[in-house]
């Protein structure tokens, strides 16, 4: 319910700010950016006989890109890392003889290409790219363990970001992100997968 009502916000931020004159794109999206934000992140796991909760909450984002621009077209790179540990822990029953658990999303990071379409001060966009996380899982009672694992994977995203002058703007994002499966040392060895979704609210500088 938490990352619907993200979601919903988002979308009316793409939406609404893409409403404008298509004739004018005046603002200069093309050279280097950074931009500091948040974001709500929400991860979910595949596993066998072991049940790890699923885990969401707030982490700090940062980023830095480049964009080219030709006519209304937007396309260029960027790096994106989202910093701060969130977890969330079950104590009714795990699985595996554990009488509870935690997962934790230590941090996760992308590099991604971009491309849009400028109207004039609204920039619509999509992203691409290749994703990777920390994540921790913890298990208590008969078979205890702990193990960190890093994962790889892809991300996939949508937005839009609105220029508010001098070289400013604010950017929203939805992504997608699939860190693929590792094996856990413990219970035997355990096979979790793992994807999270994200909104993110960032303030960017264009330079």
């Known amino acids: 319910m938490k990352?619907?009502?993200?979601?919903?916000?988002?979308?009316?931020?793409?939406a609404g700010t893409a409403i404008a004159d298509p004739m004018n794109y005046g603002t200069d999206w093309s050279g280097g950016y950074v931009g500091l934000g948040v974001s709500y992140?929400?991860?979910?796991?595949?596993?066998?006989?072991?049940?790890?909760?699923d885990v969401s909450g707030a982490l700090g984002s940062?980023?830095?890109?480049?964009?080219?621009?030709?006519?209304?077209?937007v396309y260029g790179a960027e790096a994106v890392l989202n910093f701060g540990n969130i977890e969330e822990t079950n104590s009714g029953g795990c699985g595996v003889g554990a009488t509870s658990c935690r997962s934790t999303i230590e941090q996760y990071a992308a590099i991604r290409g971009r491309v849009g379409y400028a109207f004039d001060q609204t920039l619509v966009f999509m992203t691409?790219?290749?994703?990777?996380?920390?994540?921790?899982?913890?298990?208590?009672?008969?078979?205890?363990?702990?193990d960190s694992e890093r994962h790889y994977g892809y991300t996939v995203g949508i937005g839009?970001?609105?220029?508010?002058?001098?070289?400013?703007s604010i950017r929203g994002d939805l992504e997608y992100y699939d860190f693929g499966t590792k094996t856990y040392d413990f219970a035997g060895g355990t096979e979790i997968?793992?994807?999270?979704?994200?909104?993110?609210?960032?303030?960017?500088?264009?330079f």
Do not use: C
């Open 62 to 73: 940062a980023m830095l890109g480049y964009n080219f621009q030709k006519d209304r077209m």
């Open 193 to 206: 997968e793992a994807k999270t979704t994200a909104a993110r609210i960032s303030i960017v500088k264009r």
């Open 128 to 146: 691409v790219g290749v994703a990777t996380d920390r994540q921790s899982h913890q298990a208590f009672g008969i078979n205890p363990g702990d």
């Open 41 to 53: 992140s929400d991860g979910s796991y595949d596993s066998g006989s072991y049940t790890p909760p």
């Open 3 to 14: 990352y619907r009502f993200f979601t919903t916000v988002s979308l009316a931020f793409v």
């Open 160 to 168: 839009a970001e609105q220029s508010v002058g001098q070289g400013w």
